[in-house]
């Protein structure tokens, strides 16, 4: 079962890129999904409006996964 932070990353990647959140698994890594830098930029704004943490673009890679980025951001909103 997916946990809250990650549930809320898959369904903002599903907007962003406009594909459905059961296509998105925690494996997969954002470019994988065809995330381009610039999508990524806005997706990581709305992540920092929705969980009050500022992502650092550096420790985000476009290779990052889904579960790897929701991992920054529980460690992050503590």
Do not use: R
């Not at 898959?10 to 381009?36: A, D, R």
Request: a negative charge; hydrophobic letters at 35%.
């Amino acid at each position: 079962m997916e946990q809250p932070i990650e549930s809320a990353i898959i369904k903002e990647i599903s907007n962003t890129l406009g594909i459905p959140e059961t296509s998105i698994s925690s494996g997969q890594s954002i470019e994988e999904l065809g995330m381009t830098s610039i999508l990524a930029v806005q997706l990581a704004s709305k992540l920092e409006q929705q969980f009050g943490v500022k992502a650092d673009m550096d420790g985000l890679s476009m290779h990052s996964t889904i579960g790897e980025v929701a991992d920054y951001y529980k460690t992050k909103a503590k």
